[in-house]
């Protein structure tokens, strides 16, 4: 299947632990633990997927049963895999603590994501994508910053539209975030929460990394920023059942909107819209 939409990045296997009081640290806090898929990349390519698009994904598994769980979840029409395992590695996993606001705190362990290379990507992808996203996890790490340079300048050797989300304010401000994004600058597409947008400087700033900016604001309004326009849309007031996933499904919003040629408003109102489906369920993806 030709794609429209490459995704690259990290697969995970969430370990989500739900808890509704302080946490009893050094004795037992009364929680709600399930697992479920997760990753970044992974994460917006589902939800990509469910807006009539075709995309593809890459990312890399272990050798181990969890990446053979894995890669059954990662069913659907609309998604191509190339989920290359890894020999001898362990598939990524995360642990998020979940609060009773629906905030999460997370504890990565990449695990087979740090194999990533750029021959991962297959060729015939670059010869249909419209656009290529990456999540900044995979840039910031020491492991894989060469590869991601790699497939993005691949990428623009074919005319592919470049968009990264800058992953999560904590990597950022320990991988020297805004020199790394413009190493690669000019992005096309630039997704940041306020919390990223914060280390990375001013929009001025961050604006220099992109040819268009889009903020998310979580509940309060979401604004795209660039050369000849300024779209703000407010998402709608929904019951939080957990974060996880909300920006990756936003940004999946706006790129399938993209592709699919709608007006900037729409394109807008489409990535909140999904990121508002994203909170109203338990975990990243929707499937």
Partial sequence: MSVQIIFVGDVMQDI???????????????SQIKMQGGGSATNTACWAATQNVSVGLVARIGDDQTGKLIREELIHPNLSLNLVETPNSRSGSCGILIDAEG?????PD????????????PSPWFETAEIIHISAYSLLRTNTKKTI???????????????????????????DGFNSLAQLAPFNYLFANKDEAEVLGDTSKIKSLCHNLILKKGSKESI??????EVIDIPENVEVVDSIGAGDAFAAGF???????EPAATILKNANNLGSQAVKISGARPF
């Fill in 110 to 121: 990449p695990g087979a994501n740090l194999f990533l290379s750029a021959s991962d990507v």
């Fill in 149 to 175: 340079q790699e497939i993005i300048e691949k990428a623009k050797q074919h005319n592919i539209k470049t968009s990264i989300d800058v992953a999560s304010s904590q990597p950022l401000i320990d991988n």
């Fill in 224 to 229: 795209w920023l660039s050369t000849d326009r």
């Fill in 103 to 107: 905030e999460r705190t997370m504890f």
């Fill in 255 to 261: 790129l399938t909107s993209l592709v699919k040629n």
């Fill in 16 to 30: 989500l632990i739900s808890f509704k009081d302080q946490i009893a640290y050094g004795s037992d806090t009364q």
